[in-house]
């Protein structure tokens, strides 16, 4: 199928800055959607932002003004750029993608997850 790898997690200082990467691999024959989730400890998870085909994005009020969500389609990658981190931005960040996918045969829909990367806000 298709395999999402997420990278660029870490720690930081209130205030910095962390720049997420998501790379999507396999029998691809086209990717519609993008988007950037997270989890923190003991929520549920939510929708950090999306990004169409054709580049248009959608945020969550908490990070509008904050993050930028951009893909490169040539690369089957998304990015998430986060500039004034706070700590209530610590959380598992995950990217989906969904799309069309070459079984062998046909192409078929799909939608993958990235197994997730930990971002830690803290002093």
């Known amino acids: 199928q298709v395999q999402l790898v997420e990278s660029g997690g870490g720690l930081v200082q209130p205030g910095g800055s962390l720049r997420l990467s998501c790379a999507a691999s396999?029998?691809?024959?086209?990717?519609?959607?993008m988007g950037w989730y997270r989890q923190a400890p003991g929520k549920q998870r939510e929708l950090v932002a999306t990004?169409?085909?054709?580049?248009?994005?959608n945020y969550a009020d908490s990070v509008k003004g904050r993050f930028t969500v951009s893909r490169d389609n040539s690369k089957n990658t998304i990015y998430l750029q986060m500039n004034s981190l706070k700590p209530e931005d610590t959380a598992v960040y995950s990217c989906?993608?969904?799309?069309?996918?070459?079984?062998?045969?046909?192409?078929?829909?799909?939608?993958?997850w990235g197994q997730g990367t930990q971002v830690t806000v803290s002093s």
């Open positions: 989906n993608a969904d799309g069309q996918w070459y079984t062998g045969r046909d192409s078929r829909p799909f939608l993958s």
């Open positions: 396999g029998a691809i024959v086209s990717i519609n959607d």
């Open positions: 990004i169409t085909n054709g580049g248009s994005t």
